[in-house]
């Protein structure tokens, strides 16, 4: 999007460096990358820069606000509540659609957030990976906060690991070996060596959790850095657990269960913003919208577009099962914005703006980015089947 080095970038490009690219991705963590990884990074400019990063103060002031856990106590579904919950999440994201203003102007816009964990290490990974294969511009940054290589991995160590011995901590969870995004476990446990962990793996012995390492010792449980996705776990009622997750143990959460769902689409209604789109509980509507042409209907929590409709009918909102998981969202439009090396299909793109809160800060901090590119509908591997320049991708932000 930043249109000079957009141009340096594409005129210097080759399917040669990009093949070579994938290959330094994929050797990093013992494992290849199984999902779709753009052949370009995005050039944020400093005017969209601002805006996203004024959208994130906007969001944050929200959430770090007593009483957002008073509000949020509807999103929780009561058989899924987890004890323990910490006053705030531990790792929040914040999905921005890139589009255009009514000057014609790129704006960001929010479509989704999440208090869950994100590809802390891949993205990482990826951005020197770019920055290896490729011109990118020295001043130009992935990381925000003044953190560079070392010390955002030392953050991470902070947040993740804490004061216990990587042994002691676990990421958790279901089958991490088939999960589409477990190249970034395998950077998290390259990292900071903790165990990768599937949940039918651990065991209890009253309120104290452990699991049996390679030589057969027992290692006790004293944080559990979550990756498990409730909805997920329903549906897999054949995994064998000795631990039901909503009961209390002896560790620590490492990214409460709770914050999953009190951080959702269930927030966006009361986030008041010009980067985030008017938002309404589908269980709240007096009368429906006339111009449902502009708007999306969508379940609160849903992955990778699962269940979103995007051409809505009044039939549509009325036959909702249960109105009190569904939000109407007014129509974000993606912007086509990222040139290609085929003028007739740009890519348009979301950024994500990954933050970490630690216990004893008073707000979250950003500290990295994730970008998915798209010229497809919708941003989802589905569809952008058989196109190129799409896919998993960083973006390089422009210098104050």
Known sequence: MHTNVRQRYNAAFSTEKYAAFLHTVNAAYGEACTFRIAETPVFVPKRLKTQL??????????????????????????????????NHTVFLQLDFGICRDANGEL???????????????????????YRQH???????HHLFGGLNEDS?????????????KPENVVLLEIEPEKQNTRIDFWGTQKHLGVKVL??????????DLFYLNEQGRRVGVERIYN??????????????RAWDMTTEVNAEWVGHPNWFFRLSKHSLPYIQSEFVPKTLFVHELTSIPDDLENWVLKPLFSFSGQGVKINITRQDVESVDDPSNFILQRKVNYVAGIQTPNPEEPSKCEIRMMLVWEKTWDKPRLVNNLVRMSKGEMVGVRYNLGKDWVGASVGFFEPE
Do not use: W
């Open 53 to 86: 990063l004024q959208g994130v103060e906007d969001i944050c002031a929200v959430i770090a606000a007593p009483g957002f856990q008073h509000i949020s106590e509807a999103a929780l579904p009561k058989h899924l509540r987890v004890p323990g919950e910490d």
């Open 227 to 240: 990756r498990i996705i409730f909805d997920e776990l329903e549906k897999r009622a054949d995994l064998p």
């Open 152 to 164: 955002y991995v030392e953050l991470l160590r902070n947040v993740i690991v804490g004061d216990s």
């Open 134 to 140: 490729f011109d990118i511009p020295q001043d130009f």
């Open 198 to 207: 599937c949940l039918s793996k651990l065991q209890r012995e009253g309120r």
């Open 107 to 129: 704006t960001p816009q929010l479509i989704e957030m999440q208090g869950f964990p994100s590809l802390y290490f891949f993205q990482h990974l990826l951005a020197g990976s």
